[in-house]
Nanobody, 125 residues
Framework: HVQLVESGGGSVQAGGSLNLSCVVF????????FGWFRQVPDRAREGLAA???????NYADAGRGRFTISRDVTFNILTLQMNSLKVEDTAMYYC????????????????????WGRGTQVTVS
């Protein structure tokens, strides 16, 4: 298992941008895929994007077009660049890693992931 620490959240006006970062600590040799999720109170956690060990990327409808996921393998940092933010993007954002052998870049459901950060709040007004 790995530990993940998110940062970069904050308050931004609609139309603005934020770049979220997630530092991954620990041995990632068994990690099959990394992902970004978000959650608002009383709603299920929503997958946004995933990137596998080979750098293959997949976006959910919620993340496609305005969000970009990337990973710096050298420094074990996962990022989510968010542009043209909307009020409805307000949520707690989480990064996650999976050690499940069957998880792939198409894995955008929370149950596919085994390790989670504590989240970073994004507020768009």
């Amino acid at each position: 298992h790995v530990q993940l620490v998110e940062s970069g959240g904050g308050s931004v006006q609609a139309g603005g941008s934020l770049n979220l970062s997630c530092v991954v600590f620990g041995d990632t040799t068994k990690t099959t895929v990394f992902g970004w999720f978000r959650q608002v109170p009383d709603r299920a956690r929503e997958g946004l994007a995933a990137i596998d060990r080979d750098g293959m990327i997949n976006y959910a409808d919620a993340g496609r077009g305005r969000f970009t996921i990337s990973r710096d393998v050298t420094f074990n940092i996962l990022t989510l660049q968010m542009n043209s933010l909307k009020v409805e993007d307000t949520a707690m954002y989480y990064c996650a890693a999976s050690s499940r052998s069957w998880a792939t870049m198409t894995s955008l459901g929370p149950s596919a992931y085994t390790d989670w950060g504590r989240g970073t709040q994004v507020t768009v007004s």
